[in-house]
Nanobody, 128 residues
Framework: QVQLVESGGGLVQAGGSLRLSCAPS????????IGWFHQAPGKEREFVAA????????YYQDSVKGRFTISRDNAKNTVYLQMNSLKSEDTAVYYC?????????????????????WGQGTQVTVSS
């Protein structure tokens, strides 16, 4: 089993920054990707970014490229999502997720159904 503990959400003005953290625990052979998804009220859960646990390859949704950065600190066993230049449309609940899937295929890492383990979610609210 894998547990994911998230932190770092909150309220920020447009143009501001937040950093989300995700600390996975449990057997690492159960996952090779850590992803961030968000879900706004009345909308489906949507891919934001992903990182491979071993090699650190990163992937982003087009709307966050250049603004968000996903990274990992193996010593702290933590994945971060640094969010800069936040916009009101970034307002959502953000979820950290872990799963095992083929490397480098966007059909897999962008699809929430391929992640077996999920955190509890953290609210990010961007005021305009």
């Amino acid at each position: 089993q894998v547990q994911l503990v998230e932190s770092g959400g909150g309220l920020v003005q447009a143009g501001g920054s937040l950093r989300l953290s995700c600390a996975p625990s449990g057997r690492t052979f159960n996952y090779n990707y850590i992803g961030w998804f968000h879900q706004a009220p009345g909308k489906e859960r949507e891919f934001v970014a992903a990182i491979t646990w071993s090699g650190g390859s990163t992937y982003y949704q087009d709307s966050v490229k250049g603004r968000f950065t996903i990274s990992r600190d193996n010593a702290k066993n933590t994945v971060y999502l640094q969010m800069n230049s936040l916009k009101s449309e970034d307002t959502a609940v953000y979820y950290c997720a872990a799963g095992r899937m083929p490397y480098g295929d966007s059909r897999y890492y962008t699809n929430a159904n391929n992640y077996n383990y999920w955190g509890q979610g953290t609210q990010v609210t961007v005021s305009s």
